[in-house]
Nanobody, 120 residues
Framework: VQLQASGGGSVQPGGSLRLSCAAS????????TGWYRQAPGKQREMVAS???????YYEDFVEGRFTISRDNAKNTVYLQMNSLKPEDTAVYYC???????????????WGQGTLVTVSS
């Protein structure tokens, strides 16, 4: 299973970006997915997650600014980021839970990371 993350870039404070993470390979169904980030010199932290049924969870520092969503038909998860702040600067990673078959256990994979830089 491969995850292709995209959509990062440089933006001014207050700007917006939309990250995408597309899963491909031997996937029967994707399960819960999440976005994480790692700023320079800091540990990786969760940003948001979404279950198979669409229930979402956000960390306080992005609540109301970021929106996580998914397209199950495309095995893709998105992170819409609005009102970006300099402290949102980080490498963003997607993590996808998936099943390879109807009776398989759940596995998970990480995307390669996409850099988001918020600076004036």
């Amino acid at each position: 299973v491969q995850l292709q993350a995209s959509g990062g870039g440089s933006v001014q404070p207050g700007g917006s970006l939309r990250l995408s993470c597309a899963a491909s390979g031997s996937i029967f169904r994707i399960d819960a997915t999440g976005w994480y980030r790692q700023a320079p010199g800091k540990q990786r932290e969760m940003v948001a997650s979404i279950t198979l049924s669409g229930t979402t969870y956000y960390e306080d520092f992005v609540e109301g600014r970021f929106t996580i969503s998914r397209d199950n038909a495309k095995n893709t998860v998105y992170l819409q980021m609005n009102s970006l702040k300099p402290e949102d600067t980080a490498v963003y990673y997607c993590n996808v839970g998936y099943y390879t078959g109807l009776f398989s256990g759940v596995s998970d994979a990480w995307g390669q990371g996409t850099l988001v830089t918020v600076s004036s």
